[in-house]
């Protein structure tokens, strides 16, 4: 198993950036591919970004395209994510997860294990 702590996350205005981190505990960091969701009130979790284990591959939601970037020190057992030009939309909890076995994954099902979320409000 492995364990996932995010923190990071707080307000901040329109415009400006976050850093995220994911640290995890448990068995090889490296065997897992890391993805990062988020969830919004009254929404569905959704997919944000997603990084392989070597870290030498990413994919992004077409709406953080740009903006987000996600990357992960395998030495520090540990992934980030550097979140500029946050708009209010970018509003919601946003979760890491871990999923082994795969190059990563786009959907919530395709992780195994999640940490507990850190809360980002960007204000207009």
């Known amino acids: 198993q492995v364990q996932l702590v995010e923190s990071g996350g707080g307000l901040v205005q329109a415009g400006g950036s976050l850093r995220l981190s994911c640290a995890a505990s448990?068995?090889?960091?490296?065997?897992?591919?890391m993805g990062w969701f988020r969830q919004a009130p009254g929404k569905e979790r959704e997919f944000v970004a997603a990084?392989?284990?070597?870290?030498?591959?990413?994919h992004y939601a077409d709406s953080v395209k740009g903006r987000f970037t996600i990357s992960r020190d395998n030495a520090k057992n540990t992934v980030y994510l550097q979140m500029n030009s946050l708009k209010p939309e970018d509003t919601a909890t946003y979760y890491c997860?871990?999923?082994?076995?795969?190059?990563?994954?786009?959907?919530?099902?395709?992780?195994?294990?999640w940490g507990q979320g850190t809360q980002v409000t960007v204000s207009s």
């Open positions: 997860a871990a999923t082994y076995g795969l190059k990563y994954g786009y959907r919530p099902d395709d992780y195994d294990y």
């Open positions: 448990g068995r090889t960091f490296s065997g897992y591919a």
């Open positions: 990084i392989s284990r070597s870290g030498g591959s990413t």
